[in-house]
């Protein structure tokens, strides 16, 4: 990940609806979840929810595809790992930290 996707995905998730419907995405992991059931969880309108998707989508933080006559959107966990990654890059000085078990540079 470079820093213009970086801001790109960073961008997408610096909104309320859009960082709940996010980690919603990751909790449904890739069973993914319907617009609808989206919608209902959150409270969200539906033209509302269309719109925040879309902006996760062009940020490569979210996925669809057609199953049947549904629509199924799913976090791209990829693209949220090379984010996390590409934060905590230089981390500790350079060095890895010595427990993983233990928060972010919470050992360095």
Partial sequence: MNEHDAVKALGALAQETRLKLFRLLVVAGQDGL???????????????????????????LVRSEREGRHLI???EFSAMDALLAFLTAECCQGQPCLSVAAPACAQC
């Avoid at 969880?41 to 996760?56: D, I, M, Q, Y």
């Fill in 34 to 60: 319907t617009p609808g059931h989206m919608a209902d969880t959150l409270g969200v309108a539906p033209t509302a929810l269309s719109f925040h998707l879309k902006e996760l989508s062009h940020a490569g």
């Fill in 73 to 75: 959107y799913r976090a």
